[in-house]
């Protein structure tokens, strides 16, 4: 025998092709008689293979590579079936699956070319939702896409479906519901409130005052009187514990001074309450 046969003889050759029991889109594939490693009905297709099929090291490369082709990109395309993804969450979802980096790489250039991956229709879409569902300010937003791996260049392009106009709207909206919950405070501290809050959504420095402007912070005076009241017992009781006479007054006066109340407002409240300890 020559010495080329010999080297024939010792390439492996597929012996037997099964279709799981489970899965009859998926076949086990036998090689020199043992079970060697499943394979997708379209790869198999795709790299021809057949009983008999000799299995050189560059043939073998090509299967593997093919089968890590198919696993990378229908994978992705279920992950995306359910939802509008971003690069960097199908990337994470690969890697998590434990598929090779070249096969995500070409996975993920042959889902941009069909346009199933795309940051900024992804960031248009979202920036949309919470703007029109949720209410977020452009901030917030724009610290939420980061986290979604977008780049600051589509952050700003992606924005731009998020109108001035449409943020003070909304903000308008949320400072509105968060106001009818202010009865108990001052109007300085309602204020106060409602621009932490509408920062905490994400609006920008420069809109705040545009929104504010909209929202009747100012109380009546029974009603901001009402207020004080209920804030000034609160404290008279609470400093009554360690202070007496002058010190309690002082105390008092100056825990509402914080809240943001007038001082005649603050003198008339204290007037009532010593009329009413004497």
Do not use: C
């Not at 198919?70 to 359910?82: K, R």
């Amino acid at each position: 025998m020559s010495e080329m046969e010999q080297d024939t003889e010792k390439i492996p050759v597929v012996t037997k092709i099964v279709v799981q029991k489970k899965r009859k889109d998926r076949f086990n594939i036998y090689v020199d008689g043992e079970y060697s490693f499943p394979i997708s009905e379209a790869v198999l297709i795709k790299v021809g293979l057949y009983k008999g099929m000799q299995l050189t090291k560059e043939r073998s490369l090509e299967i593997e590579r093919e089968n890590y082709d198919y696993m990378a990109y229908t994978t992705a395309v279920n992950y995306l079936s359910y939802s509008l993804r971003s690069e960097a969450e199908v990337r994470k979802k690969l890697i998590d699956e434990e598929i090779s980096e070249d096969a995500i790489e070409r996975a993920l250039t042959r889902l941009k070319e069909q346009n199933y991956v795309n940051d900024r229709i992804y960031g248009e879409s979202y920036t949309r939702t919470a703007a029109n569902l949720n209410r977020k300010g452009p901030q917030l937003i724009a610290n939420e896409l980061k986290t979604k791996g977008l780049s600051p260049e589509t952050i700003s392009l992606v924005l731009k479906e998020y109108p001035l106009e449409q943020q003070i709207e909304n903000g308008i909206a949320i400072a509105e519901k968060m106001m009818r919950k202010q009865s108990r405070v001052s109007s300085r501290e309602a204020s106060n409130k409602l621009r932490a809050h509408l920062q905490q959504k994400g609006y920008l420095a420069d809109t705040i005052p545009a929104i504010l402007e909209e929202i009747e912070t100012v109380k009546e005076e029974d009603d901001e009187m009402s207020a004080l009241r209920l804030q000034g017992d609160k404290l008279w009781h609470k400093q009554e514990r360690k202070h007496k006479g002058k010190d309690l007054i002082q105390k008092v006066k100056a825990g509402l001074f914080q809240k943001g109340y007038s001082g005649d407002m603050i003198s008339a409240y204290i007037q009532e309450k010593e009329q009413e300890m004497e």
